[in-house]
C-alpha cells in the first residue's frame, strides 16, 4: 500500500517510523511518503491561507496549494518499487522538492483496483471506525490531506469527488476538535496498516479485539503473576477448561459493553 501524507507540519509524521507501522515499511509492506504542503505554494511567504469569505474567525486552507499537490500526486504513477529509491528534485514536483520521505519501502496490495483513496481528515467528517478501517485496508493507495486552522477550501473536496479513480472520503476520529488533520491522519494510518497481512504478527489477535465484533468491546485481559498486590487473576483462567474461558470472556465482553458503552450494547 502507498500512502501519501500532505501537511504543513511533515515532521508530525515522525512517530509513523515507530513500532508497527515502520515495520510494516521496513517489510515493504506499506510505502509512507510525507510531503509539504508548502512546495507547492509560489509566493514569497509560501503562503497556505487566507481570510474566510463570508466573514468569521480563523483562516482557511487556500485551494490553489492543495489542487496542484494532490494533482502532482495523483498525477505520478502509482510506484511500487521492490527497493528504497531516492526521489530526485524535480521528478514528482513538489514532492521531490520537499517531500520529506520519512518511511520508504516496497509495497503494494491489491483490494480496491488502482483506484486512489483521497482522505480528508476534518471534525465535520463521517465516523472513522473499524468497518472503514476494514474498508480501507483493501486500497492500493492513499493520500491524506491534512488541513489546519480552519480546515481546507471545500471546493478542494468536491473538486477530486467528480474526479474518474479518485474516492474521496472526509472523516473524523472523534468528537472533538482538533489543531489539524496530522494526529487523525497518524490514527487512521495506524488502524489501518495493522490489518494489512503481515503487519501484525499473530492474525487471531486481529480477530478478537474490542470493535471487529461489532457492537461488542474486548473482555479484560491477565498475564502473570497471578497475585498482584493481593489481586487475583480470575479462577476460570488457570482452569485449563477452553469451554469455559470462552464462555467467561463472553460474558465480560457484555458487561464491559453494556457498563462502557451503553450506546453500543443491544
Ligand atoms: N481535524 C480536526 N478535528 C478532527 C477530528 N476530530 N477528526 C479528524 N480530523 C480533525
Not at 509524521?13 to 510525507?34: D, E, F, W
Not at 487566507?50 to 474567525?57: I, K, N, Q, V
Not at 502509482?78 to 516496497?106: C, F, I, K, N, Y
Not at 480546515?151 to 472520503?169: F, L, Q
Request: proline letters at 8%.
Amino acid at each position: 500500500m502507498l500512502i501519501d501524507v500532505i501537511t504543513i507540519f511533515p515532521e508530525y509524521l515522525a512517530p509513523a517510523q515507530l513500532s508497527l507501522l515502520g515495520k510494516a515499511a521496513a517489510a515493504g509492506i506499506v510505502r509512507l511518503q510525507v510531503h509539504d504542503l508548502r512546495n507547492w505554494t509560489s509566493d514569497r511567504h509560501r503562503t497556505v491561507d487566507d481570510t474566510p469569505y463570508g466573514g468569521g474567525a480563523g483562516m482557511v486552507m487556500k485551494p490553489e496549494p492543495w489542487g496542484l499537490a494532490i494533482d502532482d500526486l495523483l498525477g505520478a504513477p502509482t510506484r511500487r518499487p521492490q527497493a528504497p529509491e531516492p526521489s530526485p528534485p524535480g521528478q514528482v514536483p513538489g514532492a521531490g522538492a520537499g517531500g520529506s520521505e520519512l518511511l520508504e519501502a516496497a509495497g503494494g496490495t491489491g483490494g480496491q483496483g488502482d483506484e486512489v483513496t483521497l482522505v480528508i481528515p476534518t471534525a465535520s467528517g463521517n465516523p472513522f471506525d473499524q468497518a472503514l478501517a476494514e474498508r480501507l485496508a483493501g486500497a492500493t493507495r492513499l493520500v491524506f490531506a491534512c488541513g489546519r486552522y480552519e480546515g481546507i477550501d471545500a471546493r478542494v473536496a468536491e473538486h477530486y469527488r467528480g474526479r474518474d479513480g479518485v474516492a474521496v472520503e472526509e472523516l473524523s476520529i472523534g468528537d472533538y476538535v482538533l489543531a489539524g488533520g496530522e494526529v487523525a491522519a497518524l490514527v487512521m494510518i495506524e488502524a489501518i496498516t495493522r490489518l494489512l497481512p503481515g503487519v501484525v504478527g499473530n492474525a487471531a489477535s486481529l480477530a478478537e479485539e474490542s470493535h471487529v465484533r461489532p457492537g461488542l468491546l474486548e473482555y479484560p485481559v491477565y498475564t502473570k503473576p497471578a497475585v498482584w498486590r493481593g489481586l487475583e487473576v480470575p479462577p476460570v483462567l488457570l482452569s485449563g477448561h477452553h469451554g469455559k474461558v470462552a464462555a467467561w470472556r463472553d460474558d465480560q465482553a457484555r458487561q464491559r459493553t453494556a457498563q462502557m458503552r451503553p450506546d453500543l450494547a443491544g
